[in-house]
């Protein structure tokens, strides 16, 4: 176990000297095939009896180091990479789970994952089951496989007890997996609650600059193993080398980025809280949040993102969003560039209107990814955009 604090694993994490050419900097190492000498130890490669490489969407030295560095993060065991966070998610659901198994969600979860859920696992037998904190124990019974939450919840920044989903799952032999991207491992390291599999879209903070897409899960390894062998194996969407190069180079300034996100996000949340035009601001450090006492417990401080819902539904939505000049209107979220969307026409928009109503996504909700600007410009550009003469473009 590595006893070093996180600022300080998170720059050495999983790295070191290159073994073959002593490099400091880790090797993108470009190839798709590899070499395996003899017949009979490209039999033992394939089978899984022996460590090695023999093809990169299998596995690859850039991206088992990448695996390594977010798997020391979170106090895991291994780790394993993926071309998204929607391939890790995917993975992992068809090789644990068969028809006949039961999937129970804590909500709301990002739009990606319920429409998994929902419009593919349910197509090939799996019951999917949503469930609120108070009824968790008495929704889970022998067919639940698996228990999913996130934390904080996107878009609406809910906390959920860790520790809690974590005994319930295992009181029906089940796993429980939680997306820990929003918190990233610097503020939340959901193994330590007693999860066992945590997802991240690596696209987000661990990239941390918007040029990389990718995802990796932590976890067992030998679950992970099995994951490997089948969910990578199989439906083939792997971590190209490039990508988990950039992930490692992201991830040495992980600290210093999110101290920053954290501490704008504070900023702009009461800014926003104090303007007439904002109905409510959803961020877990206001010490009147409803469970502000568990994410002070479970989170090393709030995060990075900011939830707004505003009076006037879509429309003012609409008309906010189209004059913000600091804030992109893009999905994804943790670049050190400040990111807006609206969630029930982007990132949730597939999910059933009453779902998404009944978790909260309506029609006057806006997600801020807080970047690492000025964060007095930020405040302006946020206030201006709520100003009800301002003019687009202004």
């Given amino acids: ?97 068969q028809p006949g198994d039961q999937v129970a969600y804590l909500g709301p979860l990002y739009g990606g994952s319920e429409g998994l859920f929902y419009h593919v696992l349910q197509r090939f037998g799996v019951e999917i089951r949503s469930l609120d904190d108070g009824d968790l124990s008495a929704g889970l019974d022998p067919a639940t496989r698996l228990v999913y939450l996130e934390t904080p919840t996107n878009p ?109 996000a504070r900023l702009v949340a009461h800014a926003l809280r104090e303007h007439p035009a904002v109905a409510r601001v959803y961020w877990p450090g206001f010490e009147d949040h409803p469970r502000h006492e568990l994410a002070r417990r479970q989170m090393a401080d709030f995060g990075g993102m900011v939830t707004l819902e505003l009076h006037g539904g879509r429309n003012a939505a609409e008309r906010f969003l189209d004059r913000l000049e600091l804030f992109t209107q893009a999905v994804s979220l943790g670049d050190v560039e400040s990111l807006a969307t609206h969630p029930a026409t982007t990132t949730h928009q597939l999910l059933d209107p009453e779902l998404r109503h009944s978790e909260g996504v309506t029609d006057g909700l806006v997600r801020l990814s807080v970047g690492i600007e000025d964060p007095e410009d930020l405040i302006d550009d946020l206030a201006a955009a709520l100003e009800p003469q301002a003019a687009p473009g202004r």
């Fill in 1 to 97: 176990m590595n006893t070093r604090r996180i600022g300080t694993r998170a720059v050495h994490a999983g790295a070191g000297l290159d073994p073959a050419s002593g490099a400091h900097s880790t090797p993108i190492v470009q190839t798709s095939t590899f070499g395996y000498g003899t017949f009979a130890r490209g039999e033992r490669l394939f089978a899984g009896e022996e460590e090695g490489y023999v093809y990169s969407r299998v596995g690859n030295p850039t991206v088992a180091t990448f695996e390594r560095a977010v798997a020391d993060l979170e106090g895991a065991e291994a780790g394993l990479g993926f071309s998204s966070g929607m391939a890790a998610i995917s993975a992992l659901c068809m090789t644990v789970l």
């Fill in 156 to 264: 609406t920044l809910e906390l959920h007890d860790l520790r809690a989903a974590a005994d319930a799952a295992h009181s029906v032999l089940a796993l429980c997996v939680v997306d820990n991207t929003f918190s990233t491992p610097l503020l939340t390291r959901p193994i330590e609650h007693g999860v066992d599999v945590v997802v991240h879209s690596a696209t987000k903070y661990l990239g941390g600059h918007g040029d990389a897409l990718g995802g990796v899960l932590t976890g067992p390894a030998e679950l992970l193993g099995q994951v490997r062998m089948e969910g990578l194996r199989h439906f083939g969407a792997a971590l190209g080398p490039l990508e988990a190069f950039l992930f490692l180079r992201g991830i040495k300034t992980l600290l210093l980025r999110i101290e920053r996100h954290c501490a704008n």
